[in-house]
């Protein structure tokens, strides 16, 4: 039994465990981390991040290593059986400071996320450790874990717990949590290549939509390539996983083995499932513990990486006595929606690539090929099948309602004060902030004594995003969201009732 009790425990270090240890040990928590696997997990599963998701990696300073190993703005083509592209198209950037679109290498961003964590004194790993039991009580929960290198049992005491163990989630089973949705019946094969010799068209995203066999091209960063193709009914599904089989796939796309080298092949499902409750008591469930989505649009890891984006600032806030515990029930109603959305957006394009029907294929190539075609047509596909705008509509929100509340500030490039720039973000410095476009208006006092830092913000860009939602004043939450606006002449809102001293920057010191 240890005598020590943690802040937060993290089951599980895959990457929304990791950003949640790199995040809550930057804002000065005792954090203890329990992973059943010895090293980084081998088989590369996420393939693609965006830029939103490059914010929270940067709020930790890892941003611009992460980019090293990761390929930004690849065109994204759907291709016909011919492959000839029907839609062809680039991510285009919200103007949050990053790639819209990278792909990347999952076991390498392990790495440099568990690296990050490694700067933190106050953040502890274990690893060859199995979460055996989560036993909540009044005043924390105590974790019963297996050291799985000493054939030991461990009690540890944790006053809140982030569940980040997967879409299998040994912890939602124990809380009797109902996980709902679907899995699909039709299986795909997952094949990871070492590329050996380029060739036309590596290095962008293909959908072959061909109604006999659609297959998923996709090129992935560090000298990788990656192929999925599903499983017809009646095939034999351990076959397919044979070299032999997989070249016939390959071959279908004038693929040799002068061209790649076969590192693994599995076979997987798609599911879409979402989590009933995503709190109960001090543990809450994050990424693929509470939500599952088919892989079209790439978002699965990123969604668990939005999760703790949200969540740890506010733990945060709570454990440093800052708010009141009630703060903490706004994180499944803020991020469930987004989830919900984004998972339908998915669905939408795999429907688009997985046609079978040949007649209906034929009329989707023709129709989208002329639709694309226009460029107002080819950004509303965009914003149809990408992921959805950073808006929460519900949550921990000034009540004002005003347009530009709920929305997540752009990050533009800005000019520091010795003349250089910097990003928006690196000024703000994550805690808390006024940003204004003229002179303060009444009500800006209010946040003011409480230690607000305010910003006058000159940068046309920036501006011109205000003035479109009718602001000219807006307080940030610590995670970039707006918590109250103000338009010119109009009061600001005050800080929340009962929060006397929750917008204190100490929040993410």
Known sequence: MTTDTYDVAVIGYGPTGATAANLLGRLGLKVIVVERDPDVYGRARAISTDEEVMRVWQSVGLAERLQQDMLPDRPLNFVDRAGVPFIDLKITSRGFGHPPQQFLYQ????????????????????????????????????LLCADLSQDTLNRLRARYVIAADGGASPTRGQLGIGYSGRTYGERWVVIDTKVLQEWDAHDRLRFHCNPARPVVDCPTPLGHHRWEFPARAGEDEQKLLCEEEIWKVLGSQGITDEHVKILRAVIYSHHVRVADRWRVGRVFLAGDAAHAMPPWIGQGMSAGVRDVANLCWKLAAVLHGLAPEGLLDSYQVE?????????????MVGRIITERNRAIAAIRNHVM?????VPAARAASQRLMWVPEARYAEGFFSESRHRAVGWQIPQPWITASDGGSMRLDDLLGGGWAILHTGQLPPGADAWRELGVCAHRISEPGLVRWLRSRNATTVVLRPDGFIYAAAGSGKPLPGPPDGYTVAVRNEVAA
């Open 369 to 373: 090929r002329m639709v694309t075609w």
């Open 107 to 142: 076991p390498a961003v392990d790495r440099v996320l568990r690296e990050g964590v490694q700067r933190y004194p106050g953040v502890e790993v274990l690893l060859e450790h199995e979460c055996l039991r989560v036993l909540p009580q009044d005043d924390g929960v105590e």
């Open 335 to 347: 991020r469930k929606p987004h989830v919900t959305e984004t998972t339908r957006r998915a669905r």
